[in-house]
């Protein structure tokens, strides 16, 4: 991937001192402290850290999921920090796609129901449920599971699943936290597979969450929270790309 290419267009996630403080108990605790980044279109990026360390805080944000205490969070240029839920709703219906550790498949759908789902809820449908869906698990090699149950597939092929459900209403961005910490190693390069593939194939930006280093070093670029801060990668003041560059 070329960095130069990249700087050149706008970010499309953008983080200004993004603070997140929590009460737990009588206590404050503050689970991010002024995180800044910028991530673009079309990377796959690593967040790592350890336990505790403020990784799915991010994403939540990042996601809408939750809102900060304090700072900005851009999606496409449009800041949605401040915005109501029904406006945050359409945001991530129409941008962003969520893959979780737990697969949360609906047991009683098969595996083409379950991804036709979001399509049939989406209030602007910009496909028919049942040719996107078949077309999805195609792409994510799953083509002889349509009428397959949760409990009829793998690990693996539910997280698969799972993915494709995420990318139906065709969001420009995927995010991914611990999608491979339920699976085997095996299981969880297929699935790594599975979103290089969804990134080149249809230029989607991944954003994943993970404790496994060595997964995290596949991405384009790392970032690595330590106590709710980024840490600058060692000798810079940044994040380290997959091609040995550094960026801010």
Known sequence: MSSKLEIEKPPVIHASKV????KVGSHIVRAL???????YPNEMVGIIGPSGSGKSTLLGIIGGLDSPTEGTIAIDGVDITRMKEGQLTDIRNRKIGFVFQFFNLIPTLTALENVALPIEFAQQRRRKPFERAKELLDQLGLGGRFHHRPNELSGGQQQRVAIARALANDPPIL?????????????????????????DEQGTTVVLVTHDQSLAERMDRVLTLVDGR???????????????????
């Open 33 to 39: 402290r002024g995180v800044n980044l910028d991530i």
């Open 175 to 199: 995010l991914a936290d611990e999608p491979t910490g339920n699976l085997d190693s095996r299981s969880g390069e297929n699935v790594l597979e599975a979103l290089s593939a969804i990134r």
């Open 230 to 248: 980024i840490e600058p990668a060692k000798g810079s003041g940044g994040a380290t790309t997959k091609d040995g560059q550094m960026r801010d």
């Open 19 to 22: 603070t997140r403080e929590l």
